[in-house]
């Protein structure tokens, strides 16, 4: 049933995509424009996300399947972390590449996909993967497409998805919560996530050609890693670790983490590699290659999970 419910909310994604690339193709919109909307995603929509999955009780079960959580999203960053660097050292990759193969489009999906296949009271268990990976995304990701040699923490710390992380941890370990009629605003914010990270995808594959994608060695190597070797190293390591077992629901929560491991590379990417002016169109095919393949591979993985 699970990955029934996967394919399902995959494919409705992969639909937007589409719907963002005949904007360009009928000439309603140019793939160039495309960057105010992926300004949009990284420092609004994204900001709301985090903000509305913090408006949560902090109770104690709560409390230790999200210390679960979080412990093996950190862990499991690491491991891509070296998989990516000593990967892009032996196959030559670039950042894009590197960070494709690091960096799932969890942003985008996990949480649509945990709220169908699982629940809307399951999501805030998403939210420890969320915030470590947007810890790493706007550290060491930042860092490898700017170029620069150290990380400038004044500018981390202000980044506003940072700012957001601080303000729901505060809030839901002091128990105080946002207004509702703020908290509702937020939420429909958020909700665009998704869909407006699929729209951008599409508009920029929508300026690239389509041969590129399908014929180049380099974005068949980054889906391998991406898509296939990357999971199934973590699934081994959750099967040995036996970690479900240390909490109620262990299973389902770290199923969740899982979950965000081994969805797309992230849209994030492609949006970075626009802004510091990288090729976008190559990052854009490696997210739609993961994308189309994930359709069969997440349900497979799901099944292998609860073996």
């Not at 660097?85 to 030559?92: A, E, M, N, T």
């Not at 629940?119 to 947007?134: D, K, M, N, P």
């Not at 946002?178 to 995808?201: D, V």
Request: include cysteine.
């Amino acid at each position: 049933m699970i990955s029934i419910l996967l394919v399902w909310k995959i494919a409705q994604l992969f639909l937007i995509m589409i719907l963002g690339y005949l904007l360009v193709k009928l000439r309603i919109l140019k793939t160039e424009e495309s960057i105010v909307l992926s300004k949009l995603s990284l420092y609004l929509v994204m900001t709301a996300v985090i903000l509305s999955a913090f408006q949560v009780d902090f109770k104690p079960e709560i409390q230790a399947g999200l210390i679960l959580a979080f412990v093996a999203a950190v862990a499991i960053h690491i491991l891509l972390l070296i998989i990516g660097h000593i990967s892009g050292r032996l196959f030559h990759f670039e950042e894009i590449d590197i960070a494709s193969i690091i960096y799932s489009n969890a942003g985008n999906l996990i949480i649509p996909i945990v709220t169908a296949v699982l629940g809307i009271e399951w999501v805030i268990y998403s939210t420890a993967f969320l915030s470590v990976q947007l810890i790493f995304l706007w550290t060491h990701c930042k860092l490898m497409f700017s170029k620069e040699k150290k990380p400038h923490f004044r500018k981390i710390i202000l980044n506003v998805n940072m700012i957001a992380i601080f303000i729901g941890v505060l809030s839901m370990l002091s128990g105080s919560r946002l207004p509702a009629i703020l908290n509702e605003t937020l939420a429909s914010i958020g909700s665009m996530i998704g869909p407006l990270g699929m729209l951008i995808t599409g508009m920029i594959v929508a300026g690239m050609d389509m041969k590129h994608v399908f014929t180049s060695k380099k974005v068949y190597a980054v889906t391998f890693f991406r898509m296939i070797l990357c999971p199934a190293i973590i699934l081994l390591l959750l099967k040995l670790s036996n970690a479900a077992s240390l909490v109620n629901n262990g299973t389902e929560i770290l199923l969740i983490t899982f979950l965000a491991t081994m969805t797309p590379a992230a849209s994030t990417v492609t949006q970075f590699a626009q802004v510091h002016d990288k090729n976008a169109a190559y990052a854009g095919a490696i997210n739609i290659m993961t994308t189309l393949l994930c359709i069969v591979t997440m349900p497979i993985f799901v099944i292998l999970y609860y073996i």
